[in-house]
């Protein structure tokens, strides 16, 4: 994901007129309560659910507490991750009960003390879930505004060249074609550094599947059909589209995923030369797909000078002032909507081509135009995982303490768009070593441009990592989970902070304990089931903490309920739930009298849901607003005027200083496998994840994003997989068909636990980011569980059954 910054200063606006709104667009329907229960004065119907928490309506919220503020190095000497060792600093408290429905949290760091039923880490359920299951949930393509039309792309056919031609006469001539537009007629755009969002500005294809023409019809099964009908020509050129490490026009990019391109510390290629053990080893992850639920779309509608867009997006406030930079609009003019949103895992972090063709359309025709992308289209228009090379060296002692680590990558990106795939970055923060080198080799090529996927960097870093660990394990004869453990650091290698807190071995025991790992018989291709030969694995996991500057607002109304308001993206994730729960633990008021309004940009700006800083970042702004609006409660008399009373609150400036610590959540993931000898089929038998991501909000939805990841992780391992075709320049799996993503009979019976943990130096909440942690490590664990079944080591993936079965085959 993209680095948090501060979000954009936005005004507030309505939404322009001119169109009918729906009835399911009722605003109560945004926040995922009943239709019918109000939002403002008036009091709650008598079957109304915040009507039975037997208070009167006009009771004042209890609670407040100052604003938090991160303790100093010197306030903080005890503090976890500084002097004590990890394995047993006193945050760290193993266990979560298998099933943890029935517990409550109660009290917020620095806040209220918690309300009357706990808020804080209870597991509530999804605000906006019966809308979901039911239809009612509005998504982005599901506007039917008046005279609203469809369009649909035509994509290059070339990988490389220009557009010499667009003949639109025979796709015009359909009944209910509206428009169709080209690279010579398109509304110009104004300049923006992404270069993905240039569509249809000029003749060049950069890559096969690139926007070369788009239809505009009254339906959509006609602008399909239109979009078969346009005839492009092009002047073709010679593409290059194929990663090698060799490749001559490979370089150092200077920065990936934010950080240096390149970190040394010590001697590392002399430290390698010198060392007793040594391992060098090569690790291929291929190209990866998004591929959300909802693919990406907007509907677009212009009244006048006023744009509004209904889009599929992780990050409303974003698109706006992207959209406002290209349609060289101010931004109080253009409004983005998206309560719900299918899924993004990265994809949609930031706009897409999809709402910019939208408004494009909807400009030149003046009708609503809703683009929704075809699932065949999205691999090479929405982003992707760039392939990775990993070189890792690893020089150790004897007895397993490493001596140096070298990882070097070398990945793609696209002549449109510089993105590094920034895999060598968690080298710099898992173990400790006096020398050690993390580097990235950049090649641009004739290909869609790659992007974020959930985890970007550390998921293929880390089972590149964690792979290699696994064959220093095996080469000094020392178990896996206490290779890691001896070579637990102190401090972050690469930046020499203290870790604001760290519990990655507390992470790595309980899971042994909890997969009863010391029974594990270490010798590989020892245990089998007739044909079946079963292999247990482990994996360490780390993600960085991130958080930015977001803007919240608390109102308190007449009928003795409460409303925080912020543009935050509820991706799925249960954001609108856990907003809630934060405010209520802040207030100290019973969670069922606060609801979360979130999704729209005239809403109090908030940054994207990404790099799992979320709910770390809109949190800690809702804290603060409720706080503040206790306080006002507190020192007023009497009922609250008509309006209620309102608090804001904007944490610039704070929530994304520099902090002096190093602040990571970390994991350990364990996997059992059965290999089929005669199919070569793998089927995973048990899968654990233990986890150390600060306080646990919602047990409920923490548990889901756990456990989703950790399927993602499996789907990355075993089936996922895409394959450049050099002759054409693009991703034969382009549907979920050819690209296998996991479903039901894939996935075990997976558990998922964390350490209770208490960091002071994160938010108010104490709360890390829970939606990446739980990929980072799985295919790693899946990889080395398959070398102890089966003997060989496999270094490239995913481990598809023809890949197995020809190893085992060779080594008869």
């Not at 799992?612 to 020192?635: D, F, K, N, Q, Y």
């Not at 890390?768 to 739980?774: L, M, Q």
Request: charged share 20%; proline share 10%; net charge negative.
């Amino acid at each position: 994901m993209p680095p948090i910054g501060p979000p954009q200063e936005n005004p507030r606006h309505s939404l322009p007129g001119g169109h009918p709104m729906d009835p399911r667009d009722d605003p109560m329907a945004r926040t995922g309560l009943p239709a019918d229960a109000p939002a403002g004065p008036g009091g709650p119907p008598p079957d109304d659910p915040m009507a039975r928490t037997g208070l009167p309506a006009d009771a004042p919220a209890a609670g407040g507490g100052p604003p938090y503020t991160e303790p100093s190095r010197d306030d903080a000497e005890g503090a976890a991750g500084r002097d004590t060792p990890p394995e047993t600093q006193p945050d760290a408290q193993p266990g979560t009960p298998p099933d943890d429905d029935d517990r409550t949290a109660g009290g917020g760091k620095g806040g209220a003390g918690g309300g009357p039923r706990g808020a804080l880490g209870a597991p509530a359920p999804r605000r906006e879930g019966l809308l979901k299951v039911t239809g009612a949930a509005r998504y982005a393509a599901e506007h039917p505004l008046t005279g609203r039309a469809h369009a649909w792309p035509v994509p290059a056919a070339v990988a490389r060249g220009r557009v010499t031609g667009v003949d639109t006469t025979a796709a015009l001539v359909l009944p209910g074609v509206l428009a169709v537009l080209t690279p010579g007629d398109a509304p110009r755009l104004g300049p923006t550094d992404d270069g993905t969002l240039a569509v249809l500005q000029n003749p060049r294809v950069p890559h096969r599947g690139w926007c070369v023409a788009l239809v505009v019809a009254e339906t959509l099964e006609t602008a399909r059909a239109a979009a078969g009908a346009v005839r492009v020509t092009y002047a073709t050129e010679d593409a290059d589209v194929q990663l090698r490490p060799d490749h001559p026009d490979a370089y150092e990019p200077e920065k990936a995923g934010g950080a240096p391109g390149r970190f040394e510390l010590g001697d590392p290629e002399g430290a390698f030369a010198a060392a007793g053990v040594r391992v060098d080893v090569d690790y291929r992850v291929p190209p990866l797909h998004n591929h959300p639920m909802e693919p990406h779309a907007t509907t677009a509608v212009w009244d006048g000078d006023r744009l509004t867009v209904y889009t599929s997006t992780q990050g409303g406030t974003t698109v706006r002032s992207v959209l406002a930079e290209l349609f060289d609009l101010p931004e109080d003019r253009i409004t983005v909507v998206g309560e719900h949103v299918g899924g993004g895992f990265g994809s949609k972090g930031t706009p897409r081509p999809d709402v910019v063709l939208a408004a494009m359309a909807a400009r030149r025709t003046g009708r609503p135009v809703t683009l929704a992308y075809p699932r065949r289209t999205l691999p090479t228009v929405v982003g992707h995982r760039a392939p990775t090379l990993n070189r890792l060296r690893l020089g150790a002692t004897a007895d397993g303490r490493l001596t140096t680590l070298l990882h070097e990558v070398t990945t793609h990106t696209s002549h449109v768009k510089e993105f590094v795939e920034y895999a060598g970055l968690p080298s710099r923060v898992m173990y400790a070593t006096p020398h050690l080198r993390s580097s990235h080799r950049v090649v641009p090529l004739d290909v869609p441009s790659p992007s974020w996927m959930r985890a970007p960097g550390e998921a293929p870093g880390m089972y590149a990592l964690e792979s290699a660990m696994d064959e220093l394990a095996d080469a000094v004869g020392l178990d896996p989970v206490e290779l890691r453990i001896r070579n637990e650091p102190d401090h972050e290698p690469a930046g020499g902070q203290p870790f604001s807190s760290r519990n990655v071995v507390a992470c790595l025991r309980e899971g042994a304990r909890r997969f009863d790992w010391d029974t594990r018989d270490p010798r590989p291709a020892v245990r089998a089931e007739g044909p079946l030969l079963l292999g247990t694995g482990v994996a360490a996991a780390t993600y960085p903490f991130q958080i930015g500057a977001s803007t919240a607002s608390a109102q308190a109304l007449p009928d003795g309920t409460f409303v925080v308001r912020l543009n935050a993206a509820d991706i799925g994730t249960g954001a609108r739930t856990v907003l809630a729960q934060v405010a209520a633990d802040a207030l100290g008021a019973p969670l069922d009298r606060v609801r979360a309004e979130v999704g729209r940009s005239d809403l109090p700006p908030a940054p994207l849901a990404g790099g799992s800083s979320g709910t770390a970042s809109w949190g800690w702004a809702v804290h603060e607003a409720c706080t503040r609006l206790a306080s006002r409660l507190a020192g007023h008399s009497g009922p609250l005027p008509a309006k209620g009373l309102t608090a804001r609150a904007d944490t610039a400036g704070r929530a994304d200083a520099d902090s002096p610590y190093a602040r990571h959540a970390f994991g350990a993931h364990f996997a059992e496998v059965a290999v089929d000898t005669v199919t070569g089929e793998i089927r995973v038998r048990r899968l654990l994840g233990v986890y150390a991501a600060g306080r646990i909000l919602n047990t409920r939805t923490a548990r889901s994003q756990f456990v989703g990841a950790m399927i993602m992780g499996l789907g990355m391992a075993l089936t996922e997989g895409s394959t450049m075709d050099t002759a054409f320049g693009d991703f034969p799996e382009c549907d979920l068909a050819s690209y296998h993503v996991p479903a039901h009979a894939d996935v075990p019976d997976i558990e998922a636990h964390w350490i209770e943990e208490d960091d002071p130096h994160l938010n108010p909440m104490g709360s890390k980011g829970v939606g990446e942690i739980g990929i980072v490590g799985t295919a790693a664990a899946l990889g080395n569980a398959v070398h102890h079944a089966t003997g060989i080591r496999f270094r490239e993936l995913p481990l598809t059954p023809d890949r197995i079965l020809t190893a085992l085959l060779s080594e008869r």
